[in-house]
């Protein structure tokens, strides 16, 4: 079993849809966890980070993180054709040096 | 937000030649970076972890002598390609980690190589 499980898509919307993506750990022990945004052919954009359970809301962007079910989402509302790119989650690592486990990231394509 | 810069974005290289990538942390001290290997198509894969003044962490998997890394200053790490083949043409990307023991890492746009 992965650590991080991610739907890679893609995902087509409309625009101005809601979007939700999500993804599933596997170890308990993770505390922190991050969404990033990446373009084609660009390096990964942080988005957000959330530590433990709850909500986290930035503008259009919501993150969510249930730690009963092992199970973290990204909110878009009022979605854009800008954010069409590959989002991925992510989460440290126990350890040291506190490398971080990214999901396979999804696909998302917002149509005008 | 914190800033990484990597540079080149783009390189072309005849096989058999080395090509070095930096990585430097703009407004932030990197006590840690990390260098990663994307395929297309495919999610980042850690080639290693670099921590200033130090060896680099290699995963298992990665040839060392390939892949060079020196992490020399705080905000400042290469990743030298030795002898590139054309199977080494991939998408190079490189983070770094604030100190402090803070747990986001920021990317840089990241380096295509092409190997001739």
């Known amino acids: 079993q992965k650590e991080v499980e991610q739907d890679p898509g893609p995902l087509s919307v409309p625009e101005g849809a809601i979007v939700s993506l999500n993804c599933t750990y596997s170890?308990?022990?993770?505390?922190?966890f991050m969404w990033y945004r990446q373009y084609s052919r660009k390096g990964p954009e942080l988005l957000m980070y959330?530590?433990?359970?709850g909500n986290k809301e930035d503008g259009r962007f919501t993150a969510q993180v249930d730690k009963s079910s092992k199970y973290i989402s990204l909110f878009i509302r009022d979605s854009q054709p800008s954010d069409s790119a590959t989002y991925l989650c992510?989460?440290?690592?126990?350890?040291?040096?506190?490398?971080?486990?990214f999901g396979i990231g999804t696909k998302l394509q917002v149509i005008p | 937000g914190a800033v990484v810069s990597q540079h080149p974005s783009w390189v072309i290289c005849k096989s058999g030649t080395s090509v070095k990538i930096e990585c430097r942390s703009l407004?932030?001290?990197?006590?840690?970076m990390f260098w990663y290997r994307q395929f297309p198509k495919q999610s980042l894969m850690l080639m290693a972890t670099?921590?200033?003044?130090?060896?680099?962490?290699?995963e298992q998997g990665v040839e060392k002598d390939k892949f060079l890394i020196n992490h020399a200053s705080l905000t400042l790490s290469t990743l030298t390609v030795t002898s590139a083949h054309p199977e080494d043409s991939s998408f190079y990307i490189c983070?770094?980690?604030?100190?402090?023991?803070?747990?986001?890492?920021?990317f840089g746009a990241g380096t295509r190589l092409s190997v001739l």
């Open positions: 983070s770094a980690r604030e100190g402090g023991g803070g747990n986001i890492q920021y």
């Open positions: 170890n308990s022990a993770f505390q922190y």
């Open positions: 959330t530590y433990s359970s």
């Open positions: 992510a989460t440290p690592n126990s350890g040291g040096y506190q490398k971080v486990t």
């Open positions: 407004d932030f001290q990197a006590t840690t």
């Open positions: 670099s921590n200033e003044g130090s060896k680099a962490t290699y």
